[in-house]
């Protein structure tokens, strides 16, 4: 029971179980379901964050137990680590500056989180190569998502920034 239910988690439902991309399909799912809850539900921050807390702790059990017996320490089908890394930035725009965000520049803002992050998701730069290479484990495979997401964070921050001098 407690097999079927990581494996349910961590392919996020199956969805991970599609041959031809499951992490941009779990990245998108993602940005549709965080875009649900923040523009229709107006379901709290603060309850959003405690749900991706949870769902980051309980990652690292269930990814664990799904890829004891495989020889592959990161296949594709696991895609829980696209939903933690891709909300990181979605989350943080939702709480900046405290404002409420119109639902429209919300889409366009979504889009791009969403390209950007399966952009550094894919090319793997420093540090994110460095997790995906050397940790085989569950440690490996939530984090070289979660400095992904950062560098989507870290991306946007120096386009603001670089965007008050010129204009």
Known sequence: ??????????????????????GTFGSLATTIILYYLFHSLNVSPNIILIGLIIIFI??????????????????????????LG????????????????????????????????RYFDIMKPFP????????????GVIMDDIFAGFYVVLTLVCFVIIKSYVL
């Open 86 to 117: 891709q909300s990181i930035p979605i989350y943080l725009y939702e709480i900046s500056h405290g404002t409420t965000k119109n639902s429209s520049e919300a889409i366009i803002y979504y889009a791009l989180f969403f390209i950007l992050f």
């Open 128 to 139: 994110v190569s460095f997790f995906d290479k050397n940790f085989k484990n569950s440690f």
């Open 1 to 22: 029971m407690i097999k079927t239910f990581n494996s349910l988690f961590v392919t996020m439902l199956g969805l991970g179980k599609i041959k031809f991309m499951p």
């Open 58 to 83: 309980y990652s690292f059990y269930a990814i664990s137990n799904h890829i004891q017996n495989n020889e592959n320490k990161d296949p594709g089908e696991i895609i829980i680590d696209e939903l």
